[in-house]
């Protein structure tokens, strides 16, 4: 069984990557519709924050979707920031 990862960053503003998990599902349809959701929000997020932020236009938001099969040891990294 596959499984859908919907994952994305959250900090558009000064320095650094937080890396979230926003939901795992089982049909990649809920995937899809989970990433569209999702990215609106941090949108309108960001732009109700108004300042100091990288966003100008909602292609600015990068949410992702990792398939993964069903108990399978898999090793994936999905971001960060560290010096």
Do not use: P, W
């Amino acid at each position: 069984m596959m499984l859908y990862v919907v994952h994305g960053n959250t900090n558009y503003y000064g320095y650094g990557y937080i890396e979230n998990i926003f939901g795992i599902y089982a049909k990649k349809d809920d995937a899809e519709a989970a990433k569209e959701l999702i990215t609106k929000k941090l949108y309108e997020k960001e732009i109700a924050r108004g300042q100091m932020s990288v966003v100008t236009d909602i292609t600015d938001i990068e949410v992702k979707i990792a398939e993964i099969e069903a108990g399978r040891l898999v090793e994936i990294e999905l971001g960060g920031y560290c010096e």
